[in-house]
T-cell receptor, first 113, second 113 residues
């Protein structure tokens, strides 16, 4: 009964390093999402994939890239990490139908020094 | 420009009493509204939702009220329990939310035993 699994749970990077955050869901959901949560800002959408083979920018896409590897997996890549990308990153999935909620993973806490 | 506003950052309620969490929105195209609950070091968990064709939805101790003319929704928890202590996020979307969902910044609820 895993739901949405994110790896790693914690990571510390140096400015300029690259990193890929992994996300996998086992609910056969069509849509997947990446959010970041910052103090006083709530959850902000970085990128989403409405269905396998498609990706679209969200509210704050700059500095990130995504790959929808298959129906289960959606990764988020930081090519050259910056301190402003220090945040908690959440992956979510939904079945892609209207009026259905998103289901979240437990997050990746990323610090960039 | 916050389209979903939770103006109370925190709320304290005695166990057994009612908790009322409020949310305002500005986008008149929103037609699907959700509440998520989040414990520390975990991802948000879907709690309850309502579509714009309704003005009330109830699930056990949780009831969401929607006032479309005022662009306001509220979450009522009755009776409140210590396990309800968490951060509650209000969220909203257009077109049933199968793509983008906009989140508020959250309200931290503390239920005092």
């Amino acid at each position: 009964n895993a739901g949405v699994t994110q790896t790693p749970k914690f990571q510390v990077l140096k400015t300029g390093q690259s990193m890929t955050l992994q996300c996998a869901q086992d609910m056969n959901h069509n849509s997947m999402y990446w959010y970041r949560q910052d103090p006083g800002m709530g959850l902000r959408l970085i990128y989403y994939s409405a269905s396998e083979g498609t990706t679209d920018k969200g509210e704050v896409p700059n500095g990130y890239n995504v790959s929808r590897l298959n129906k289960r997996e959606f990764s988020l890549r930081l090519e050259s990490a910056a301190p402003s990308q220090t945040s908690v990153y959440f992956c979510a999935s939904s079945d892609g139908q209207a009026y259905q909620p998103q289901h979240f993973g437990d997050g990746t806490r990323l610090s960039i020094l | 420009d916050q389209q979903v506003k939770q103006n109370s950052p925190s709320l304290s309620v005695q166990e057994g009493r009612i908790s009322i969490l409020n949310c305002d929105y500005t986008n008149s195209m929103f037609d699907y509204f959700l509440w998520y609950k989040k414990y520390p070091a975990e991802g948000p968990t879907f709690l309850i939702s309502i579509s714009s064709i309704k003005d009330k939805n109830e699930d056990g101790r949780f009831t969401v009220f929607l006032n479309k003319s005022a662009k306001h929704l509220s979450l009522h928890i009755v009776p409140s329990q210590p396990g309800d202590s968490a951060v509650y996020f209000c969220a909203a979307s257009e077109g049933g939310g199968y793509q983008k969902v906009t989140f508020g910044i959250g309200t931290k609820l503390q239920v005092i035993p």
